[in-house]
C-alpha cells in the first residue's frame, strides 16, 4: 500500500513556482488531474450504485438462510446467546457448507443493538462498527449493503486484500442477518475498466484543454482541494485498519479467554485420523503436557468407547467419514484419574470429495459420570433398604400412579399374578385386589370400601386396616411427600394383633382367675392384685395400696420377709401353706407358689394363693371316711376269713356225702331224677366252693396279706395238668382245647399253685364263654424280653370299652350273651393281682363275636433256662 501520509500528500511552493514557468504544461496537467478527479467522484457514486446491485443480489441469500435455518438455529442462538455451541453444532455446520457453496466467507446473527452471537467466518470474529443509523433502518425493513475490504492474511485467502459487499437484513425474530459476498475480482476488473476510462478520458482532455487557458490559481486551488480530500481518506481509512486490529485482537483475546474457561475443547484431525489442532484447555483437562496430543491416535491416548458394546459402531462411522455426535469416552490422564468425556465430529473434505479429516467438540462430563455414578448408588442403596425392611412400601407420583414397591408387597399383595403395575393408578390396584379377592372387604360392599378406602388415600388422617382373603391383617399408614406424591408403609400386625389378643386374654385370665395372684416388690409392697385375691382378702385395689406383704400375713415379720426374698431369689420358686389375714381381721389357710419374674428391669415375687379351707375341711371328712373304711374292711377281711372256715367245712361234706350217694357208696340210686338233684348238688357246692375261695383270696390281695412262693416250675408239667383238668369241662361244653407250641419249654420262677390257678380261671373262661363248636388254644412263646402264654378263645368276646369292667372285682359286663353264663367277676381280676405278684402283665384284647385273646407276660429274669421238657399233653 502507498504512503499516503499527510505531509506526502500537500502541495510545497516550488510546485506553484514550476507551474508559473511552465505555465502551459502545467495547465495541461492541471487540467488532466482535475478531470481525473472528476471520474474518481463519479467513480465513487458508481460504487455506490455497484454496492447497491450486489446488495440486491444478496437479498435472496438472506432470505433463502432465514427460511432454512430461522427455526433450527437463528432463533434459538437469538433467544438464547449463552446456549451451549454443541447444541446447535449441526446446523452451524449446514450454514457453513451452505456459506462455502454460494462464496458467502461470512453470515453472522446480531441482535438489535448490533453485537454479533455467531459468525461462521473461521478467523476471529470482529466488531462490525454499525451506526444507530444503520441499524434502526435495517430493523424497519430497509435492507442495507456497505462495501468493504480486508487487508492480506485477514481471510481464507492470503494472496492480497479483498473486496466484500455486506448486506444487512432484518429478520423475523427482531435479529440482524449479516451476509457477506466477495466481489474482489469483479470490483477490480471494474476498477481497472473504470482507471483505463479515467487515463483516457484525462489524456483526451488534456489534449483539449491543453489550448485552453485556465488560471494556475484555480488550478492550483482545485489541486489543493483534490489533496485535502484524498489526505483526510487515508487519514479515516488509517483509523478505520487501527480500529479493526484493535477490536480483531480483542475478539482473538475473548474467544481464547472463553475456549480456556469453558469445560469444552475443540480439536481437529487429519486424513489419517491424529490430532492436528486442539485448543488449550484440552491439554489442562486430560492432564497432558501442552503440545503433547498433537500426531496422536485415539490409540495412543488411550480413549476408549462406553459403553464398550458402541466401539464397533463408533469404528464404523470414523472408517466410513460419517458424521458422529455426543459418543463417549473414557480415558487414564498420566496422573492415574480417569476422564470421561462426549465428544461430536464432523468430517472434512475438500472440493473434490476427499477426505481432510475431521473436526468437532468435546466435553467433559466426568463430574456427570461421577454424580450418575452416586445417584446409582444412592438408588442401590435406597432399593436395598427397602428391600431389607419388612414392612412394605410403594411410592404413589402426584398424579396417584405407582411408582415402586418393595417385595413384600409384590408377595403378598398379587404381584405375582400380575395384579401391580408400575403406571396404574391406586383406585385401579386396589379395585384389582378386590376384584381377584386378595383383599377382604368384610361385610361392606366392595364399591363402598372402595370409596373410603380412596378417601382416607387422598386425604391421610391416619393408619387403617387391611384384611387379606388369607387371614392376614395388614396396618396402612400414608403420608403425603411435598412434591404432591403419596408414601404408602404396610405392616403385617396379624401376629402383632394375635399378641395382642393373647396379652388381653391373659390380663383377663388373670383376672378372672379363681386363683388370687400378687405381685410384691422386694421391699414387701403389694404392687397389684387380681380380683380373687382382692376378694379373698375382703380389699379393693384402692386399700390395697400401702400394704406390705406382713400385713396380710400375720405370720411374717419384715425380716423374715427379707430371708424369704432371698430364698426365692436364689431358688427362684416356692410352694407350701400359709395362712393369711382379711381386712376384717379374718384368718384363711391358703396354698401359695411364689416365684421370682422380671418386667423392665425390675424384680418381683409372683405369688398365686388359693383358699383351701373348703379343701382342708373335704380332706378331713376325707380322712375320717377313710378311717372308717379301713376299720370296715379290716372287720370284712376278719368276718371272711372266719366265714371261709365255717363255710367250708358244711360245703366239703355236703360236696363229700354227695360224691357218696352219685358213686353208689350207699347203695345204688335208681331214680334217675334222683341221680340229677345229687349232680346238681354237688355242682353247687363246687362252684360256692370256688367262689368262697375266690373271695378270700380276693380279701387277701386287698388287704396285702397274699404272697406267692417263688420255686422253679416246671411250665411244662403245670400246662399238662391244666390241659388234664379242663378236658372233661371242655368236652361237656363240646369246644376243642388245643396246645399249640414247637418250643422246647423253659422253667419259670413262680408258685405252682398260684400258676396252676392263674393259668386253670383263664382256661375255664375260655371254655365258658365259647359257644359249641368252637375252640380254646394255648401258646408260648419267647420274646426278648421274657416269655408269655397266650389263651385263644372264639367265644362271645367283649368290646374294648368293656374290658376296664371285665378287669373290675365283681365287674359284670351288661349285654345278653354275657348274662347267659354265670360268674362272680373275680377271675380275671384275682388272675390280674395274681400277675403283679409275679412281676408279669395280664394283656387283654378282644372282639364282640370274635372271640377273646389273653396274654400273660413274664419278665426275662424270671425264666429258667437250665432244664427245658416238651408238655405232655394228657387225654388230649
Given at each position: 500500500?502507498?504512503?499516503?501520509?499527510?505531509?506526502?500528500?500537500?502541495p510545497?511552493?516550488?510546485?506553484?513556482?514550476?507551474?508559473?514557468?511552465?505555465?502551459?504544461?502545467?495547465?495541461?496537467?492541471?487540467?488532466?488531474?482535475?478531470?481525473?478527479?472528476?471520474?474518481?467522484l463519479?467513480?465513487?457514486?458508481?460504487?455506490?450504485?455497484?454496492?447497491?446491485?450486489?446488495?440486491?443480489?444478496?437479498?435472496?441469500?438472506?432470505?433463502?438462510?432465514?427460511?432454512?435455518?430461522?427455526?433450527?438455529?437463528?432463533?434459538?442462538?437469538?433467544?438464547?446467546?449463552?446456549?451451549?455451541?454443541?447444541?446447535?453444532?449441526?446446523e452451524?455446520?449446514?450454514?457453513?457448507?451452505?456459506?462455502?457453496?454460494?462464496?458467502?466467507?461470512?453470515?453472522?446473527?446480531?441482535?438489535?443493538?448490533?453485537?454479533?452471537?455467531?459468525?461462521?467466518?473461521?478467523?476471529a470474529?470482529?466488531?462490525?462498527?454499525?451506526?444507530?443509523?444503520?441499524?434502526?433502518?435495517?430493523?424497519?425493513?430497509?435492507?442495507?449493503?456497505?462495501?468493504?475490504?480486508?487487508?492480506?492474511?485477514?481471510?481464507?485467502?492470503?494472496?492480497?486484500?479483498?473486496?466484500?459487499?455486506?448486506?444487512?437484513?432484518?429478520?423475523?425474530?427482531?435479529?440482524?442477518?449479516?451476509?457477506?459476498?466477495?466481489?474482489?475480482?469483479?470490483?477490480?476488473?471494474?476498477?481497472?475498466?473504470?482507471?483505463?476510462?479515467?487515463?483516457?478520458?484525462?489524456?483526451?482532455?488534456?489534449?483539449?484543454?491543453?489550448?485552453?487557458?485556465?488560471?494556475?490559481?484555480?488550478?492550483?486551488?482545485?489541486?489543493?482541494?483534490?489533496?485535502?480530500?484524498?489526505?483526510?481518506?487515508?487519514?479515516?481509512?488509517?483509523?478505520?485498519?487501527?480500529?479493526?486490529?484493535?477490536?480483531?485482537?480483542?475478539?482473538?483475546?475473548?474467544?481464547?479467554?472463553?475456549?480456556?474457561?469453558?469445560?469444552?475443547?475443540?480439536?481437529?484431525?487429519?486424513?489419517?485420523?491424529?490430532?492436528?489442532?486442539?485448543?488449550?484447555?484440552?491439554?489442562?483437562?486430560?492432564?497432558?503436557?501442552?503440545?503433547?496430543?498433537?500426531?496422536?491416535?485415539?490409540?495412543?491416548?488411550?480413549?476408549?468407547?462406553?459403553?464398550?458394546?458402541?466401539?464397533?459402531?463408533?469404528?464404523?462411522?470414523?472408517?466410513?467419514?460419517?458424521?458422529?455426535?455426543?459418543?463417549?469416552?473414557?480415558?487414564?490422564t498420566?496422573?492415574?484419574?480417569?476422564?470421561?468425556?462426549?465428544?461430536?465430529?464432523?468430517?472434512?473434505?475438500?472440493?473434490?470429495?476427499?477426505?481432510?479429516?475431521?473436526?468437532?467438540?468435546?466435553?467433559?462430563i466426568?463430574?456427570?459420570r461421577?454424580?450418575?455414578?452416586?445417584?446409582?448408588?444412592?438408588?442401590?442403596?435406597?432399593?436395598?433398604?427397602?428391600?431389607?425392611?419388612?414392612?412394605?412400601?410403594?411410592?404413589?407420583?402426584?398424579?396417584?400412579?405407582?411408582?415402586?414397591?418393595?417385595?413384600?408387597?409384590?408377595?403378598?399383595?398379587?404381584?405375582?399374578?400380575g395384579?401391580?403395575?408400575?403406571?396404574?393408578?391406586?383406585?385401579?390396584?386396589?379395585?384389582?385386589?378386590?376384584?381377584?379377592?386378595?383383599?377382604?372387604?368384610?361385610?361392606?360392599?366392595?364399591?363402598?370400601?372402595?370409596?373410603?378406602?380412596m378417601?382416607?388415600?387422598?386425604?391421610?388422617?391416619?393408619?387403617?386396616?387391611?384384611?387379606?382373603?388369607?387371614?392376614?391383617?395388614?396396618?396402612?399408614?400414608?403420608?403425603?411427600?411435598?412434591?404432591?406424591?403419596?408414601?404408602?408403609?404396610?405392616?403385617?400386625?396379624?401376629?402383632?394383633?394375635?399378641a395382642?389378643?393373647?396379652?388381653?386374654?391373659?390380663?383377663?385370665?388373670?383376672?378372672?382367675?379363681?386363683?388370687?395372684?400378687?405381685?410384691?416388690?422386694?421391699n414387701?409392697?403389694?404392687?397389684?392384685?387380681?380380683?380373687?385375691?382382692?376378694?379373698?382378702?375382703?380389699?379393693?385395689?384402692?386399700?390395697?395400696?400401702?400394704?406390705?406383704?406382713?400385713?396380710?400375713?400375720?405370720?411374717?415379720?419384715?425380716?423374715?420377709?427379707?430371708?424369704?426374698?432371698?430364698?426365692?431369689?436364689?431358688?427362684?420358686?416356692?410352694?407350701?401353706?400359709?395362712?393369711?389375714?382379711?381386712?376384717?381381721?379374718?384368718?384363711?389357710?391358703?396354698?401359695?407358689?411364689?416365684?421370682?419374674?422380671?418386667?423392665?428391669?425390675?424384680?418381683?415375687?409372683?405369688?398365686?394363693?388359693?383358699?383351701?379351707?373348703?379343701?382342708?375341711?373335704?380332706?378331713?371328712?376325707?380322712?375320717?371316711?377313710?378311717?372308717?373304711?379301713?376299720?370296715?374292711?379290716?372287720?370284712?377281711t376278719?368276718?371272711?376269713?372266719?366265714?371261709s372256715?365255717?363255710?367250708?367245712?358244711?360245703?366239703?361234706?355236703?360236696?363229700?356225702?354227695?360224691?357218696?350217694?352219685?358213686?353208689?357208696?350207699?347203695?345204688?340210686?335208681e331214680?334217675?331224677?334222683?341221680?340229677?338233684?345229687?349232680?346238681?348238688?354237688?355242682?353247687?357246692?363246687?362252684?360256692?366252693?370256688?367262689v368262697?375261695?375266690?373271695?378270700?383270696?380276693?380279701?387277701?390281695v386287698?388287704?396285702?396279706?397274699?404272697?406267692?412262693?417263688?420255686?422253679?416250675?416246671?411250665?411244662?408239667?403245670?400246662?399238662?395238668?391244666?390241659?388234664?383238668?379242663?378236658?372233661?369241662?371242655?368236652?361237656?361244653?363240646?369246644?376243642?382245647?388245643?396246645?399249640?407250641?414247637?418250643?422246647?419249654?423253659?422253667?419259670?420262677?413262680?408258685?405252682?399253685n398260684?400258676?396252676?390257678?392263674?393259668?386253670?380261671?383263664?382256661?375255664?373262661?375260655?371254655?365258658?364263654?365259647?359257644?359249641?363248636?368252637?375252640?380254646?388254644?394255648?401258646?408260648?412263646a419267647?420274646?426278648?424280653?421274657?416269655?408269655?402264654?397266650?389263651?385263644?378263645?372264639?367265644?362271645?368276646?367283649?368290646?374294648?370299652?368293656?374290658?376296664?369292667?371285665?378287669?373290675?372285682?365283681?365287674?359284670?359286663?351288661?349285654?345278653?350273651?354275657?348274662?347267659?353264663?354265670?360268674?362272680?367277676?373275680?377271675?380275671?381280676?384275682?388272675?390280674?393281682?395274681?400277675?403283679?405278684?409275679?412281676?408279669?402283665?395280664?394283656?387283654?384284647?378282644?372282639?364282640?363275636?370274635?372271640?377273646?385273646?389273653?396274654?400273660?407276660?413274664?419278665?426275662?429274669?424270671?425264666?429258667?433256662?437250665?432244664?427245658?421238657?416238651?408238655?405232655?399233653?394228657?387225654?388230649?
Amino acid at each position: 500500500m502507498q504512503d499516503m501520509s499527510p505531509h506526502r500528500m500537500k502541495p510545497t511552493v516550488a510546485v506553484r513556482h514550476r507551474l508559473t514557468r511552465w505555465y502551459l504544461l502545467a495547465a495541461a496537467v492541471v487540467i488532466g488531474l482535475v478531470f481525473t478527479a472528476i471520474v474518481l467522484l463519479f467513480g465513487f457514486r458508481e460504487r455506490t450504485e455497484f454496492v447497491a446491485l450486489m446488495g440486491t443480489w444478496s437479498a435472496p441469500h438472506a432470505l433463502e438462510i432465514e427460511n432454512r435455518f430461522g427455526d433450527s438455529l437463528l432463533t434459538p442462538k437469538l433467544r438464547a446467546p449463552d446456549l451451549h455451541p454443541t447444541t446447535l453444532e449441526p446446523e452451524v455446520w449446514a450454514l457453513e457448507s451452505y456459506a462455502s457453496r454460494h462464496d458467502l466467507p461470512r453470515v453472522a446473527l446480531l441482535d438489535p443493538s448490533g453485537r454479533i452471537l455467531f459468525s461462521t467466518a473461521s478467523q476471529a470474529i470482529d466488531s462490525l462498527g454499525l451506526d444507530d443509523a444503520t441499524l434502526r433502518d435495517t430493523m424497519n425493513g430497509t435492507m442495507t449493503s456497505s462495501l468493504i475490504t480486508r487487508p492480506p492474511g485477514s481471510g481464507r485467502e492470503a494472496d492480497g486484500e479483498r473486496t466484500l459487499v455486506r448486506t444487512l437484513h432484518a429478520l423475523a425474530n427482531g435479529g440482524l442477518l449479516l451476509v457477506e459476498r466477495d466481489i474482489t475480482e469483479t470490483f477490480r476488473h471494474r476498477q481497472q475498466v473504470k482507471y483505463g476510462l479515467a487515463t483516457g478520458v484525462s489524456l483526451l482532455l488534456l489534449v483539449m484543454f491543453s489550448i485552453v487557458y485556465f488560471p494556475v490559481r484555480r488550478g492550483e486551488q482545485a489541486l489543493v482541494a483534490a489533496d485535502e480530500d484524498l489526505r483526510r481518506s487515508a487519514a479515516e481509512l488509517e483509523q478505520r485498519v487501527v480500529a479493526r486490529t484493535l477490536e480483531l485482537r480483542q475478539s482473538e483475546v475473548r474467544f481464547k479467554n472463553f475456549a480456556e474457561a469453558a469445560s469444552d475443547w475443540f480439536w481437529e484431525m487429519d486424513a489419517d485420523l491424529r490430532v492436528c489442532f486442539c485448543s488449550e484447555n484440552a491439554h489442562r483437562i486430560l492432564g497432558f503436557p501442552a503440545g503433547s496430543l498433537i500426531g496422536k491416535s485415539r490409540d495412543d491416548l488411550g480413549f476408549q468407547v462406553t459403553p464398550p458394546t458402541d466401539a464397533e459402531r463408533h469404528a464404523e462411522e470414523f472408517n466410513n467419514h460419517r458424521p458422529f455426535r455426543d459418543a463417549t469416552y473414557m480415558t487414564k490422564t498420566p496422573d492415574g484419574r480417569t476422564v470421561h468425556m462426549r465428544v461430536s465430529g464432523q468430517p472434512l473434505f475438500d472440493g473434490s470429495g476427499a477426505f481432510l479429516g475431521y473436526r468437532g467438540s468435546s466435553v467433559d462430563i466426568t463430574a456427570a459420570r461421577e454424580a450418575e455414578a452416586e445417584v446409582s448408588r444412592a438408588r442401590l442403596l435406597l432399593a436395598d433398604a427397602l428391600e431389607s425392611i419388612t414392612d412394605g412400601f410403594i411410592l404413589w407420583d402426584d398424579q396417584d400412579r405407582l411408582v415402586l414397591a418393595n417385595q413384600y408387597v409384590h408377595e403378598n399383595l398379587g404381584s405375582r399374578a400380575g395384579l401391580l403395575s408400575k403406571g396404574d393408578t391406586c383406585e385401579t390396584i386396589l379395585r384389582q385386589l378386590v376384584d381377584s379377592g386378595v383383599i377382604d372387604t368384610g361385610r361392606a360392599p366392595p364399591d363402598l370400601w372402595l370409596a373410603e378406602t380412596m378417601r382416607s388415600h387422598r386425604t391421610p388422617e391416619g393408619p387403617r386396616e387391611l384384611t387379606l382373603s388369607s387371614g392376614r391383617l395388614i396396618l396402612a399408614r400414608e403420608n403425603k411427600t411435598r412434591l404432591g406424591g403419596t408414601v404408602s408403609i404396610y405392616q403385617d400386625i396379624t401376629e402383632l394383633r394375635r399378641a395382642q389378643q393373647k396379652l388381653e386374654l391373659s390380663e383377663r385370665s388373670v383376672q378372672e382367675a379363681s386363683d388370687g395372684i400378687f405381685w410384691i416388690l422386694e421391699n414387701g409392697d403389694l404392687m397389684q392384685a387380681n380380683r380373687a385375691a382382692l376378694k379373698l382378702l375382703d380389699q379393693t385395689a384402692v386399700s390395697l395400696t400401702g400394704l406390705k406383704a406382713w400385713d396380710i400375713n400375720p405370720e411374717l415379720s419384715p425380716e423374715q420377709w427379707s430371708r424369704f426374698w432371698q430364698s426365692i431369689h436364689r431358688r427362684q420358686t416356692w410352694f407350701g401353706q400359709v395362712r393369711m389375714r382379711s381386712r376384717l381381721g379374718t384368718e384363711i389357710d391358703v396354698e401359695m407358689a411364689c416365684n421370682m419374674v422380671s418386667h423392665e428391669g425390675q424384680r418381683y415375687v409372683l405369688a398365686m394363693v388359693r383358699d383351701i379351707r373348703m379343701r382342708l375341711m373335704q380332706e378331713a371328712a376325707l380322712y375320717r371316711a377313710k378311717e372308717e373304711a379301713e376299720a370296715a374292711n379290716r372287720a370284712k377281711t376278719q368276718f371272711l376269713a372266719t366265714m371261709s372256715h365255717e363255710l367250708r367245712t358244711p360245703l366239703n361234706a355236703i360236696i363229700g356225702f354227695s360224691d357218696i350217694l352219685i358213686h353208689g357208696l350207699m347203695g345204688p340210686v335208681e331214680n334217675p331224677r334222683h341221680r340229677e338233684y345229687l349232680e346238681d348238688i354237688r355242682g353247687s357246692g363246687n362252684h360256692l366252693l370256688e367262689v368262697i375261695n375266690d373271695i378270700l383270696d380276693m380279701a387277701k390281695v386287698e388287704s396285702g396279706t397274699m404272697a406267692v412262693r417263688n420255686a422253679s416250675v416246671d411250665l411244662a408239667r403245670i400246662l399238662g395238668d391244666v390241659l388234664r383238668l379242663t378236658q372233661a369241662h371242655a368236652d361237656e361244653a363240646e369246644v376243642d382245647l388245643v396246645f399249640e407250641s414247637d418250643e422246647l419249654l423253659p422253667r419259670l420262677l413262680a408258685d405252682p399253685n398260684r400258676l396252676k390257678q392263674i393259668l386253670l380261671n383263664v382256661v375255664t373262661n375260655g371254655i365258658k364263654f365259647t359257644p359249641a363248636g368252637g375252640s380254646v388254644t394255648l401258646g408260648v412263646a419267647r420274646l426278648n424280653d421274657g416269655l408269655i402264654l397266650t389263651i385263644d378263645d372264639t367265644g362271645i368276646g367283649m368290646a374294648p370299652e368293656d374290658i376296664p369292667t371285665a378287669l373290675t372285682p365283681f365287674g359284670q359286663i351288661d349285654s345278653d350273651l354275657a348274662r347267659r353264663y354265670e360268674g362272680t367277676g373275680l377271675g380275671l381280676p384275682l388272675v390280674a393281682h395274681l400277675m403283679e405278684l409275679h412281676d408279669g402283665r395280664l394283656r387283654l384284647d378282644s372282639t364282640p363275636g370274635c372271640g377273646t385273646k389273653v396274654g400273660l407276660w413274664f419278665p426275662l429274669e424270671r425264666v429258667v433256662d437250665q432244664e427245658m421238657e416238651k408238655v405232655t399233653e394228657t387225654g388230649t
